[in-house]
């Protein structure tokens, strides 16, 4: 069963290339009746496979990202999802009320599941 779980990781990541994981995420959603244990190994592999790449604990890229767009990939991925909310002046931003962009991953406020 371990090879179909990596193989099922695998084809997630390709369906969406260029977005991000969160481990956590998924296993309260689509994964849930993988161990976490074993989920966190299936992420590891695809790692050294260069599939993924680190942002965070728990958190990668799907596929490589530039470090210009990783801010809006992060803003995109979690405020529709209601797991994070733009504050201040990112807000502001978000909205084109300033022109100045502001670095979204210290200001994306984001709920633990």
Do not use: A
Not at 64 to 74: F, H, R, S
């Amino acid at each position: 069963m371990g090879v179909y779980d990596t193989q099922t990781l695998r084809k997630y990541c390709e369906n969406h290339k260029g977005d991000i994981l969160d481990v956590g995420y998924l296993l309260s959603t689509s994964f849930r009746m993988v161990k976490p244990g074993s989920f966190r190994k299936y992420v590891s592999r695809l790692v050294e496979e260069g599939i993924l790449f680190p942002l965070d604990k728990g958190i990668y890229t799907i596929g490589e990202i530039p470090e210009k767009k990783i801010n809006d990939v992060l803003y995109e991925h979690y405020t529709p999802m209601g797991m994070g909310v733009g504050r201040g002046k990112t807000l502001l931003w978000k909205f084109g009320l300033v022109i100045q962009k502001i670095s979204m991953t210290n200001s994306l406020r984001i709920k633990k599941l």
